[in-house]
């Protein structure tokens, strides 16, 4: 769930995106500065009839890339839950997914999956979607897409497969284009 704050000096160039948990227990604030902040949920004493809540500050989000998540306005880059997220390291090359609250890497993928060598980062991840808390799906340059699963031992697991025919990859892979495959379609 996303809410998107239009500043009233700005317009809607300058905003603050609110992203809940599908579970709704935590909630990310992502501001024009680049600056991510995690908060979990508090019930107050009288929440069975007020339903009031207090959001309580977790942490800042460190490891955060900003190119990667610019071109859209949807929470792709995170799981449903909002406790993982996909990253590229700072010398671009390799995937990972991290945990958010301690920024600890939960796994890389190996390059046959996600290469940032072999295509710019950001034409990646504009066809990346998560499908759940541990699985996501993937279309690459064959047209391929490719679901998989995260294992608890930390592996990946291709749960299912198939075509995406017609893909017209050229839509998604310069700098400029502002849309993601799954999300802005």
């Known amino acids: 769930m996303t ?3 239009a500043h009233k000096n700005k317009g809607f160039d300058s905003y603050q995106r609110i992203y809940l948990s599908d579970d709704r227990e935590l909630l990310m604030e992502k501001s024009i500065n680049y600056e991510i902040h995690l908060y979990k949920r508090q019930n107050m004493p009288n929440f069975e009839t007020t339903r009031e809540v207090k959001w309580i500050h977790v942490r800042r989000v460190i490891n955060y890339s900003n190119d990667l998540s610019e071109f859209s306005k949807y929470n792709y880059l995170y799981s449903p839950n909002l406790l993982m ?3 590229s390291d700072n010398h671009g090359d390799c995937f990972m997914i991290r945990n958010t609250f301690d920024q600890s890497i939960v796994l ?9 060598v072999n295509d710019h980062p950001q034409d990646i991840v504009k066809k990346f979607m998560w499908i759940d ?3 996501f799906k993937i279309v690459n340059a064959d047209s391929q897409e490719k679901v998989f699963e995260i294992m608890p031992d930390k592996t990946l697991k291709v749960v299912g497969y198939g075509m995406v025919f017609m893909f017209d990859h050229s839509k998604y892979e310069n700098k400029t284009a502002k849309f993601h495959f799954y999300m802005d379609n």
Do not use: A
Request: avoid cysteine; charge should be positive.
């Open 133 to 135: 808390n541990k699985s």
């Open 85 to 87: 997220f996909i990253d």
């Open 108 to 116: 890389k993928f190996p390059t046959g999956i996600l290469s940032p």
């Open 3 to 5: 809410f998107v704050h």
